[in-house]
């Protein structure tokens, strides 16, 4: 499955970022993709930069494209099902950033 998930991460990473105009989607990175067993569905989580109602804007359009970017994934990949595609965004770069912060504030982060 983990090759799957990989798959599928790299043809939706390629199609936001080179076919999808939606002004909505700003910097968007996608992070990794859970597919079912039975690859019916498949979360895929987004990174976005930017204030929560950015954020929101953002996974918006990705939701309004998920159709688009589903056809693309069935047709490179030619898997037995195409699966449904569910956007979810992912804050754990945030959640290091602000690690990494604390640690600088406390003198213990990466030597500068």
């Given at each position: 499955m983990r090759r799957v998930n990989e798959a599928v991460r790299e043809?939706?990473?390629a199609h936001i970022a080179e076919d999808v105009a939606d002004p909505r989607i700003g910097f968007v990175?996608?992070?990794g993709v859970e597919t079912s067993a039975d690859l019916r569905s498949a979360r895929v989580f987004v990174s976005i930069l930017g204030?929560?109602?950015?954020?929101d804007a953002a996974l918006a359009g990705l939701?309004?494209?998920?159709?688009?970017?589903q056809q693309r994934v069935g047709e490179e990949l030619r898997l037995k099902?195409?699966?449904?595609?569910?956007?979810?965004?992912d804050d754990?770069?945030?959640?290091?950033?602000?690690i990494?912060?604390?640690l600088a504030e406390e003198g213990r982060g990466p030597a500068r």
């Amino acid at each position: 499955m983990r090759r799957v998930n990989e798959a599928v991460r790299e043809v939706v990473s390629a199609h936001i970022a080179e076919d999808v105009a939606d002004p909505r989607i700003g910097f968007v990175t996608v992070t990794g993709v859970e597919t079912s067993a039975d690859l019916r569905s498949a979360r895929v989580f987004v990174s976005i930069l930017g204030e929560q109602q950015e954020r929101d804007a953002a996974l918006a359009g990705l939701a309004s494209a998920s159709g688009y970017l589903q056809q693309r994934v069935g047709e490179e990949l030619r898997l037995k099902r195409t699966p449904t595609l569910d956007f979810v965004h992912d804050d754990s770069i945030r959640h290091g950033m602000r690690i990494t912060e604390l640690l600088a504030e406390e003198g213990r982060g990466p030597a500068r």
